[in-house]
């Protein structure tokens, strides 16, 4: 039997209890680092993300603070706010309280890195205002480089709670504020990378809110986000709309106010290729244009409101107390052609043959918007598409 001196074995202890208090020391080293990136990473990528932000042109943007989930995979950007540089605009062009962005994991399983998101009360502000440095209507098409930025990975799944979606109009007279409130929209299938391929209409986003009067707003909608030219399907019912509550909209571009009334609206809409095409189907229910009493108009909108009265109640319907038509529109993006002698038609066959149904006609295919329509006024429905 062989014997290890015992000097021998000491040395051999003190050996390895060195290197194990040396990988003790390491891995508490390693861990310290770790907490410390994991402690200030947040601040560099708010950072970034607000570096990145301040590039979009004409506006500027900041988030701040940003939280991480590594569990989850996840970030929070809160209080996210994009302005206009100017300063003229005095409300946010896009507001946000709370964004989730967070990897879908039952995706990972089939092999697909995506993500889903959850915006917690989001503000929309478009404002027109008198000059172009007052308004803020539009977003530069190089915004989708800051989301591709901000959000790397495929979106497939986009949650919207409590929204609010707004137009402020500061040229008219009176002043028009309108909105929708307390959205809540779902949207799945979005990209913000092509894919190889595909359906027709990958995206499918629902909506619904309630607009100033009370009025229930629902939108569905099939889209191609990432198509060259607006590439979508969508159908809108507007419902139980107190029409006093549009006073001041109506006054704008109407020049008329009534006392009581509801409205209705049901849009359907199909745009391929740069042309559109669809209807609108207007109801206007037990209006009344008596003035406010002690409320002094003036005479100019007094006899327009006579005049609007009178062509109200000469086109109503009268077992259902309603005012109604159907407008087909077709055309390409800056040129709209609305067919005025089938709305017309449409207007008297409410009034005094058959009310139209309170509801979407379905009738709006993708394709109707692909090929030019017949002149105006001689149909009433989109034309057929072209066989390939």
Same mark, same amino acid.
């Given at each position: 039997m062989n014997h290890v001196p015992a000097g021998s074995r000491t040395l051999?202890? +003190?050996?390895?209890?060195?290197? *194990?208090?040396? =990988?003790?020391?390491?891995?508490?080293g390693l861990v310290v680092? +770790?907490?410390?990136?994991?402690? *200030?990473?947040? =601040?560099?990528?708010?950072?970034?993300?607000n570096r990145r932000l301040d590039e979009i042109p004409d506006y500027g943007g900041h988030v701040t603070d940003v939280g991480l989930s590594l569990y989850r995979g996840a970030y929070h950007l809160r209080g996210l706010e994009i302005v206009k540089r100017n300063g003229q605009v005095r409300e946010p062009f896009f507001s946000a309280e709370d964004i989730d962005f967070s990897l879908a994991w039952l995706e990972l399983l089939h092999g697909r890195v995506v993500s889903d998101i959850y915006v917690d009360r989001p503000k929309l502000n478009f404002v027109k205002g008198p000059t172009t440095e007052s308004s803020q209507l539009a977003a530069d098409r190089r915004w989708q480089d800051v989301i591709d930025d901000i959000f790397p990975i495929n979106i497939t799944f986009l949650k919207i709670t409590d929204?609010?979606?707004r137009y402020v109009d500061t040229a008219s007279k009176p002043l028009v504020d309108v909105r929708v409130e307390h959205l809540l929209a779902v949207a799945t299938g979005l990209r913000n990378r092509a894919?190889?391929?595909?359906?027709?209409?990958?995206a499918s986003i629902s909506l619904q809110g309630e607009t100033i009067g009370g009025g229930k707003l629902r939108i569905n909608t099939l889209a191609e986000?990432?198509?060259?030219?607006?590439h979508f399907l969508l159908k809108l019912e507007l419902e139980d709309v107190s029409l006093p509550a549009l006073n001041e909209f109506l006054r704008a571009y109407g020049n008329v106010d009534v006392s009581a009334g509801d409205f209705k609206g049901y849009v359907e809409l199909a745009v391929h290729n740069g042309r559109f095409s669809g209807y609108f189907k207007p109801f206007f229910q037990h209006v009344d244009f008596s003035p406010v009493p002690g409320e002094d108009r003036p005479l100019g909108r007094r006899i327009w409101e006579t005049l609007v009265h009178g062509f109200a109640v000469i086109f109503k319907n009268h077992h259902k107390d309603q005012v109604a038509t159907r407008i087909p529109f077709s055309g390409e993006f800056g040129k709209i052609d609305v067919r005025v002698w089938q709305t017309f038609v449409n207007l008297v066959r409410n009034g005094f043959i058959q009310a139209l149904p309170e509801k979407l006609d379905s009738k709006?295919?993708?394709?109707?918007a692909a090929v030019p329509p017949p002149a105006?006024?001689?149909s009433n429905t989109a034309p057929p598409a072209k066989k390939s």
């Open positions: 051999f202890s +003190l050996r390895t209890g060195a290197r *194990a208090r040396t =990988a003790l020391i390491c891995g508490l680092l +770790l907490v410390a990136i994991r402690l *200030a990473l947040p =601040a560099i990528l708010r950072k970034a993300i929204g609010q979606l894919a190889e391929k595909g359906d027709e209409f990958p986000p990432l198509a060259a030219q607006p709006v295919k993708p394709a109707d105006a006024g001689l």
